[in-house]
């Protein structure tokens, strides 16, 4: 049986390689790609954890909710970023500042 | 008769109200409505003042029995758990302190409206605002509620930035936004304190916490482990709460009445704003200060202001000085005018911090003197303003021929101020500096020196209004305008010896007679020395 | 080390090492389909954790679902992609170093926070229930779904509704002339 | 196996079919949902107002359905998922007044109204994210707090996104949405390590709270933290602010109003109730000493309110400038929540009361005033007084309460917040609490400063244009309504508190 | 005469018309303009003689009337108002009433044609009334509003024709000098109230009364209710003695009288030599009992220089007003000196003789400056008609002047047969008398006395000499119309002794000066026969010197040359003698005081105000820039703030979020390492 903290250790390292892409990545695509590594990381976390909630059913119930919420994300936020490319060609985060002080 | 004060300090809101409504096509009758309101006013804070009882019995100040005219209703009761019941009343009534002010403020007012008859643009918006403005300060001196005290107090800054601020000088944007943050700045400050002290207080015959300002007097409605508990007294970042407390306040009454060095809004304030809106900033406004640190600061927390007196005994007489000697120095007439204010009121703060009988009464007197002086000011200046639009004093010389009934005011009003005996201001001004002198003698919290330093005061004051006098109103007739000018300076015409002469009268009669406001606030001025020494 | 424990680590570097060729990836199309092998690993790692029904799900809705749509949305807009990409990615920026001293933080902040922990011997873990090898958890979830995640469940479907509305809304071009 | 289970089921069933007598109120807005998606399909043609009309409408009759249940003592409903509460009946009550304004706003919008999508996905959008507000305040498992957040936030996206025709909007919404789900993922990312160290979701189970006595701070604390700042986003509370100015900005305006207040407001009702079972634990010293939950609420309130206020003074674009005050009003209202007692909770909901009546009120007026003359900065405003005398006149009423003076009932709102954070430190002492205190009188000062260049800039200066006397829309007479409603309630904020 | 005798009451009411009756007439007159100005006053003001008379036959040598009712409360003391009728008020009632009464008929030709001529009806009723408020007083207090009021009348009178600069600029320095002394006055108010809490002089300074009992017990002066260091007993006195100074023009705050005659010559006349400059000694008559000998002292010295000073700048004028403001302050130093030394009677008494001489003096050159002033006009000449050393030979032309004139100033010099020898032989010897008991300086008073009062015969001789005597130059130049020139007789004979004493050479049989010194008191001693002899004798000396120097022909030329040509014509040793060691040294003297007084004590004044106004500008400038700045820095203060917070907001995604995120990293291992 693998220890519930190899696997926590696992997703706080997927965790932080979604979070630099979403910090460092130039495309809006990568960004979100980096914020489902993210979700993911939480997802195993929950997963793991849940091994040991069988009563309750908390972890993988969680993880089975969280994983449709972030598809119904991505969908939405795919959607947006095709609004943004219309209108400035470019879905470079950094190029789109047109609201700031 | 139940409702009297009520009906005075709601009276000139549904006059507004009344303009506002109004089409516009009654705009000239919109000043007659505020003068018909002003009126009534008066004669129903004359009936008051005449029936007002100055027994012992009535003396008022920490005593809710003994107040007059009193209305309380429950307003907002607010069950807050652990904080305790909000017990918030419209709680109105007046004692010898705050009559007095009732009387003047509605006489101020009418001098405002006519002086309001050079406005000639928006006047719904000028009106409306006046009269709200009315309803504000004839509110701050009946409310014994601190908080309905607060809304009144606060109420007063908008009013009066619009004024200044839409019907004001070139400057005016500044004035109005450096009055208002000056005043605000106090005043947050002292919404804190506020409820503090509504925290430390339960009303007896409820046991809830209560806004109610004479409870707040009254040590024993303390509780033990509150912060400005006077029983267990608390400290807060090292110094003692209740001192906190009483600095705090202070200090927002201070910026209004106001003190060197808080005073800076003032000069553009008045330079800046509309005559009649100068009239009620000099002649109420600050009077408010005043009213508040007698009302407010010293009457809750006593032991903080015996225990700062000689710093406020400082303070005014660091104001009479200062406020004279920068008067000295103006070269506009409006400016001048005003750095005196600051001046004059520097003797009310002298005459509150000796803590003597004499020196209350005295600063009580000079508030009420200032406040008709100050106005009669105003509007001469104004008047001259209004016909030339210009207040240099270097460009005027000789005025007395041109305008000789105008300069015959000037006189009167510039004497008057200048603490002339027969006249308010030297009754007011003697008897503050008496009370300081003789408070080391009486109770120690003043050394004689700062009497004797006011009193220079006086003589600076003598300085600026006669050098005034003989550079503009005497000589030959000279004028920056020429032969224009010399067809735009008419002399005084009725409407403005309306406004004019009631406040000469004033000024004269309370110099003659102090006993009309002395008379009437004795009982509470004793009430008063009796709880704040302890 | 046992086969379970072996197997277990590959995915786990596999997991990881596709996921930061998907990060340090310059293509984005690769990129994409190395998301596709992360997903995948991370299923695999899910079924150590003996979640055989979520393992799937997510095999089903990311490959299924997100995958196409992110290609989708990649090639509505890979003019822009295949021109611009390369200039961005070229040179070591300031969001780079930004970026690596925040993660480094964070990981070195997730990892300790996590040893001190201590989770393997808490209290819950040690005296819970634990879901056995033998346990059908498709029937737990279905069980759970009707009974005590009944609320959420019904709410999700609310959710999906919305986002598909609104998703549609976005990407419809217009319905009025 | 399946029989350890069975027990539960029946228990489970009965739980939720008890429960569904306290759900009334989300089940009309459930229905509403449907009817408005119906509506839109089927009658948008021939009644375009019909899928507003029926938002409203079932708006109204969930409100009407929670005022009922204003007197209902606390009940746990669908086996400890949410909860039924006076305090969670009072946030679905604003959150229907806010709605209901919403959609009037939405009505007389110019641009969505001509918008050649229609209108009738908004309000389907609408009636769901109102649904996740009320589940907001009303969760009590992380599961329902992920869930309700998760769907108000992405209906947020897709309503800043909604006149997909415009670049600023779109811009708005995916700096919005990106910015948010990464700040999600933050907080599933900390429910999950909380989860992990405590094996509970269950937010008033025993068991939630014992992994701060079996984890140490160092684990607890980063988790805990993860979590809240999914909240803090919400709130836009900083450091989590960045996107609020661009996004207010960029929304259309009745948008950017939804989003100042409802959302924000959900967020405390999700903050008290996440906040509620550390309570008693930082209250009994097992906080640790540099690490003290109130000690961080303090310095992010703070740090709110100093930005938010300072930023705000030199906005020239007037969302911009409400975004920036939003922020430090909540700041500000985070003081409130200091005493974390029912008291302190009225003080918030009054504020909130006030706060989601002056903002839609300042938001009607500016959009009123941009879609007359398209003027957005406040230099721009210049002389407006004279051609929006009676609208303007409302302004400054709007401003005056937004700066908590009487004779609004910003004041009074002010003052209860005041009240509680005092109370707070009357009983704590705390010198960061004090420190609180002064920051928050100090930004009012502040605020005067940037609040006021607008009658400044509409009343003192003139303007060379012409003076054009505008009719007054529907729009502007439901903010005068509302600016009446400011000058009521500090006359009798009976109205309000007596029901609290 | 029983029909004169009056009840208590009627005496008040008597004296409380007395008080009104003038007042009624500046209010009166303000109101109707241009008519009737003079008739009111005059009426008016005959009023307030007949009563002032009438209360002075009750009252004087006979009683002591105080009548009082409550004014207003201040906390728990009463401060009540009323009237004190004593031998020192109703003299002064007569005497003001009398002197006012003269002026007004006087001023009727001298002002007529002047278009603001009802105001100055109207100033006039407003001083006497502050002038009789000032006398009849019983109150400190009360005195101390009409002693202002005074000061507001003298102000309005010396600026009356305001179009003048130098005269409103002389109304302005006298306001604000009389001013300090009124600060002076208000300190001992403040300390007499402090110490006894009343204000009331009859309870004050009675025999018996509180400063009587008052008692200085180790270094604390102690009165019933309050007990303070001694030295407040001394600056209490002082205070007062301030507020006198500055009425009286003592040395140094003498300076505004000579200014002040930029008024009228009847207001001159008036108020700043018969009435208003005499109420600084009526303070010190009124307040007697406080001074102690410090005070006593200081009176002494200031008066007894003040004197000399006065007399010696007299020498050296050619003003002819300014002369005889010189002269005011040098007998004002007198009368303050006698008040130091403790003749309080004859300081009296020689107020009351200098009134009558002193105003006549004025008077006269008032009638000699009106004729000069319209021969000006008519001839429409440019000259300085006050300049004496324009005039001469007005003997012949203007006899009644002339005549008036010699006697006025015979009683100045102290001559025989005058009212002023009787008073001022009575401070001369009393001095003598005084500085018997003493050593060191006190023994130089009586000599400085002496001293003056030969300057003051010299400087009239040449005064009257220059006027009268010599060529004139102005041909038809009459005497002034008899309208004025009665006053000026009757004054005359007001001058001359019988109106105060039967014995024309002693003045112990003076019925004023029994009126508060006891007859018989005072042993008759050598001085009351030596000093009367040598000082007249010499006085007579001076006259003939004088009149040697200027009675002579070549008065148009200065004075320095017509020492010349008589130096060289005569070579007289005695002249030259005369001439170093008097006139020349003296003239050093006096022109030497004379620039301390311009430049040093003046100028003192004047660099005070300059000083006073660069500490105001500094003021006002520190006020702009520093407090108002201080204001803005903070101000400016809030918006860098604000654009710091700012400066992070992008618009770049990713920007905000390693912003964020940094903090909360940050944020967390702050948390850890500590």
Sequence with gaps: MIPLSHFMIISAALFCIGLFAVLTKRNAIQILIGIEFMINAAILNFVAAGRFDRVAGGGQMFALFAIVLAAAGVAVALAIILNVYKHFRTINPDKIDTLKN | MNHLLSFLVFLPLVAALVIILLPSGFRDRFKHIALGTSLIQFFVSVFIYLNFNNSAAFAGVNKESQFQFVEKMAWIRLDLGSIGKLEIDYLLGIDGFSMPFLVLSSLIMFVATLASWEIKANLKAFFALLLLLNTAVMGVFCALDFFLFYIFYELMLLPLYFLIGMWGGVRREYAAMKFFLYTLFGSVFMLLVIIGLYFSVLNPATGNHTFNMILMMDPGSYLGSSVFSSVAPQSLLGISARLLGFIVLFVAFAIKVPIVPLHTWLPDAHVEAPTPVSIILAGLLLKVGGYGILRICYSIFPDAAIQSAWWIGLIGVVSILYGALNALAQSDLKRLIAYSSVSHMGFVLLGIASGTAEGVSGAVLQMISHGGLSAMLFFLVGMLYNRVHDREIANFRGLALVMPQYTAFVVIAFFASLGLPGFSAFMAEAFSLIGAFTSQEVNGLLPRWMAICGSVGILLSAAYFLWTLQRMYFGQTRLKGGDKWLQQLKDVNTNEKFALVPLAILAVLLGIFPSLVFSKMNASVLAFIQLISG | MSAEQLAFYFFASLTLISALLVVCMQNLVRSIFLFFVTIFSLAAMFVFALADFIAVTEVVVYVGGVLVLMLFAFMLSNKELLSGLQNIAGGFKFTHLAGLLICGGMLFLLVSAISAADVVNLSWIKNGQAISENDNTIHQIGIHTMTRYLLPFEVVSVFLMMALIGAAHLSRRERRS | MMKDFIPYISISLNETINSLSFFYPEFALGLGFLLVILSDLFFAKKFPQLPAFVALLSTLFAGVLSFNMLKQSPVQLFGGMIVQDHLSTLFKLIFCFISILFVLFVRYHKDLQSSNKGTGDLFSILMAVQLGLNLMVMSENLLMVYLSLEMVSVGSYLMVGYLSNSPKQSEAAMKYALFGAVCSAFMLYGMSLIYSFSGSLDLFSAQFVSFLSTTPFFSWGPALIMMLIGVAFKLSLVPFHFWAPDVYQGAPTPVTAFLSTAPKIAGFGILIRLLAPFQPLSLSGIDNSMFSLTGVLAVTAIASMIVGNFGAIWQNNVKRMLAYSSIGHTGFMLMGLFIFSVSGFKAIVFYMVIYSIMNMAAFMIVDEVEEKTGKQDIDEYKGLGKSFSLLMIAMVVVLVSLTGLPPTAGFTAKFLIFSAAIEAYNSSGSGLIMTLIIVGALSTVVSLFYYFRIPLNAFLRKSDDPIIAFKNSPKSYISMFLVFLLLFFIIFPSAILGHL | ??????????????????????????????????????????????????????????????????????????????????????????????????????????????????????????????????????????????????????????????????????????????????????????????????QFGTFDIGRLFNVGGLVDSASIINGFWISESASVPVIWLTIAGLAFFIGAMTKSAQFPLHTWLPDAMQGPTSVSSLIHAATMVAAGVFLLGRVYPLFDSIALNTITVVGVFTAFMAATIALTQNDIKRILAYSTISQLGFMIAAMGIGAYGESIFHLATHAFFKCLLFLAAGSVIHQLHHYKEHHSLEFNHQDIRLMGGLRKQMPIAFITMCIAAAALAGLPFTSGFLSKDAILITSFEWAEGYHGFKKLVPFVLVLTSWLTVFYIGRLIFKVFFGKSNYKGVKDAPWPMTRILLILAFFSLFPLFSVNPLSYDNSWLLQGFVPAGVKPFDIFHLLVPIIVTGISAIIVLISYKLYGGTATKQLPENGLLYRFSNRAWYLDRVYDLLFVRSITALSIISHKFDTLIVDGLVNSLAGLARIISDIIHWFDRHVVDGLVNGIASLASKTGDFARQFQTGKLQHYLITMLTLVVTFFIITYLI
């Design chain 5, 1 to 194: 005469m029983d029909f004169l005798t009056f009840s208590a009451n009627t005496l008040c009411l008597l004296s409380l018309i007395a008080l009104v009756f003038p007042f009624s007439s500046f209010l009166v007159i303000l109101q109707l303009k241009k008519s009737q100005g003079a008739t009111i006053s005059i009426f008016n003001i005959s009023v307030s003689l007949i009563a002032s008379l009438l209360v002075f036959i009750n009252v004087w040598n006979s009683t002591t009337l105080q009548q009082q009712v409550e004014w207003f409360q201040v906390g728990t003391v009463s401060i009540s108002a009323g009237i004190l009728l004593n031998n020192l008020s109703v003299l002064m009632m007569v005497l003001v009433s009398a002197i006012s009464l003269l002026v007004h008929i006087y001023s009727i030709s001298y002002m007529k044609g002047d278009e603001n001529i009802y105001k100055y009806w109207a100033y006039l009723g407003l001083f006497c009334f502050s002038m009789m408020g000032l006398v009849i007083s019983d109150s400190l207090l009360l005195i101390y509003m009409f002693w202002e009021l005074v000061g507001m009348s003298s102000y309005l009178l010396i600026g009356f024709w305001f179009t003048k600069d130098a005269a409103s600029q002389a109304a302005k320095k006298a306001f604000i000098m009389n001013r300090i002394g009124d600060l002076g006055f208000l300190t001992g108010l403040m300390i007499i109230y402090s």
